[in-house]
């Protein structure tokens, strides 16, 4: 029976598909103006392969085909002049911070970015290195928020209807001072968002984040 694929894998497939197709053509950039190299060559086609087989195989595939390509980057990278382009070390400590304290992932990507603007610039590197270094770092970013959320699935929130009212104001940006809600002065406000921070055991950044991920999980179910 052949097994039928949800809106969300389509997403998946597309968005990785494409930023493939992107770095290919920017491999394909650097190599008219560095001269193509065994490596290079090989870099292009694993990207190009990466789109074939994730359309034949989906997701389901994506282990292998990522397993495969790991092992063979290898090889290319010990065969070439490291550089900040195709090292992606910083970016897994960066992914570690999220892990470990999940509410300062925004920060610590913005930060990442502005580091790594400032190293490019610094070293005087060219532009189409720039592209590629963040072209897959989007990618990688991409995979790791999928990852988390298809293999950890979070706890569903334990909150009351007020709460609920309380975090769906604070999920739209709004400041805790402005919100106005019937029979709740501010301190009243404040003390629901302490108690179900204290009950789902997160902090006030992490409630928030936690409960936008879930209402848009159930908008998405239900569409």
């Known amino acids: 029976m052949r097994k039928k694929y949800n809106q969300k894998e389509h997403i998946f497939i597309f968005i990785t598909s494409f930023l493939a197709a992107i770095l290919s053509g920017l491999y394909a950039w650097r190599g008219f103006i560095e001269g193509f190299s065994i ?80 190293a ?20 990688f970013y991409y995979v790791f928020n999928e ?13 009351f209807d007020d709460e609920i009212k309380i975090l769906e104001a604070l999920s739209k940006k709004r400041l805790q001072k402005s919100l106005i809600f019937d029979g709740m002065s501010e301190s009243t406000i404040y003390r629901r968002i302490k108690a179900a921070c204290k009950r789902n055991h997160m902090s006030k950044a992490e409630l928030i984040e936690e409960f936008k991920r879930q209402h848009d999980e159930i908008k998405n179910n239900s569409n």
Request: hydrophobic residues 50%; aromatic residues 16%; contains cysteine.
């Open 120 to 139: 490019f610039l610094l070293n005087e590197d060219t532009f189409y290195n720039f592209l590629i270094h963040i072209t897959k770092s989007i990618w």
């Open 39 to 118: 490596g290079l060559y090989s870099v292009i086609i694993l990207n190009i392969l990466y789109i074939i087989f994730t359309l034949i195989f989906k997701k389901d595939g994506f282990p292998i085909f990522y397993l495969v390509y790991t092992l063979i980057i290898i090889f290319v990278i010990a065969s070439i002049k490291t550089r900040l382009s195709n090292n992606y070390s910083c970016l897994l400590g960066i992914f570690i911070v999220i892990l470990y304290k999940p509410s300062i992932k925004r920060q610590a990507m913005i930060l990442y970015t502005t580091a790594l603007c400032l």
């Open 147 to 159: 990852i988390i959320t298809d293999c950890y699935p979070h706890k569903k929130l334990i909150l």
